[in-house]
């Protein structure tokens, strides 16, 4: 009798663990709410990093600028992460090839292919071309069983129609230099990665993973930064090309790479993804702020169906 009463109570135990969970990973409106807010944070911080990587083009090797932003990436969160790391270093060993797969196409990959495009294309262009991404952010969920409904893929097809048009200067028929094509294989990146952030092991701590990719992805990318200086030469550290690295490094990666995983972990890719159609509008905001770029009515038109469409993929 006193076995099946442990037992009772075991099981109760463990169908009150499994229902805790499921709400957990299943967040109300207002859980919603806030990673549709952390996803809009990311976007905005990684609308400017496209004009501090345009800024540094003339003055930093891609590669270089990429390997010190990661540098500066790990010793900015290492303050709130290391102790996390340090705990769950058996966890991290045990997730090595994810973690590393993951590091390459959201960290290593990614992000030099970033910076190789700021010397031959626009910031403008980058941001309008890295919209892209959340097509196949959105693909790769349905391929992994996640229904987009029907509201959020017309949401999704208005905002891409828009980014269209924006590109092509009001005709649907884009306008690429040639600089353009390293964006759209970021593009590709971001979104891969975007989608293994979906199958991060649940119990490896947030902070824990971040550190882990971006001391991961700082030893992806030496090999190279050696390669670079050797060939190139290194750069003459300005206070302008100084605060970029800062930007890029802190903000770009460090703030931004939190609240994007952190939103995905609690909205999913697709629906961070269409959040993320709002680069375009972000990237022109800040060219009028910082350049004094001006925005005619085909571009605000345009503008207006990216966040009508994020309005509509964005809600539940």
């Known amino acids: 009798m006193a076995v099946m009463d442990r037992a009772g109570t075991g099981t109760q135990q463990t169908q009150q663990t499994q229902a805790r969970t499921r709400t957990r990973l299943a967040p109300g409106k207002r859980g919603a709410g806030v990673g549709v807010l952390l996803a809009l944070l990311a976007t905005v911080v990684w609308s400017g990093s496209f004009v ?39 966890l991290i060993r045990r997730h090595l090839g994810y973690t590393a797969l993951a590091t390459l196409f959201g960290v290593a990959l990614y992000n030099t ?46 905002a891409a129609l828009g980014v269209l048009l924006l590109v092509g200067h009001g005709s649907p028929v884009p306008d690429f230099a040639a600089g353009d094509l390293w964006m759209f294989a970021a593009a590709l990146s971001f ?3 975007s989608a293994l952030l979906r199958r991060k092991p649940a119990e490896l701590g947030g902070l824990a993973f971040l550190l882990t990719t971006f001391v991961l992805g700082t030893l992806m990318l030496a090999p190279a930064y050696a390669v670079s200086v050797t060939l190139q030469g290194g750069f003459a550290l300005t206070p302008g090309t100084g605060g970029m690295l800062l930007y890029v ?8 790479f939190f609240a994007w995983n952190k939103a995905v972990s609690v909205i999913g890719a697709a629906r961070a993804g269409v959040v993320y159609y709002l680069q375009p509008v972000c990237v022109a905001g800040l060219g009028l702020l910082l350049l004094g770029e001006r925005t005619g009515p085909a571009e605000l038109g345009c503008m207006a169906l990216i966040l009508a469409g994020v309005s509509l993929g964005a809600r539940r």
């Open 52 to 90: 501090a990587t345009r800024g540094m083009a003339d003055s930093v090797p891609p590669v270089q600028a990429v390997f010190w932003r990661w540098v500066i990436a790990a010793v900015a969160v290492s303050p709130f992460a290391a102790r996390q790391a340090w705990r769950q270093r058996a």
């Open 113 to 158: 292919l970033v910076h190789q495009a700021g010397l031959t294309t626009s910031a403008s262009n980058m941001g309008m071309i890295m919209a892209a991404s959340p097509v196949v952010m959105a693909l790769y969920s349905r391929v992994g069983g996640e229904r987009l409904g029907a509201r959020r893929t017309f949401g999704m097809l208005l």
């Open 191 to 193: 979104a891969t990665y």
């Open 249 to 256: 490094g802190v903000m770009s990666s460090a703030v931004a």
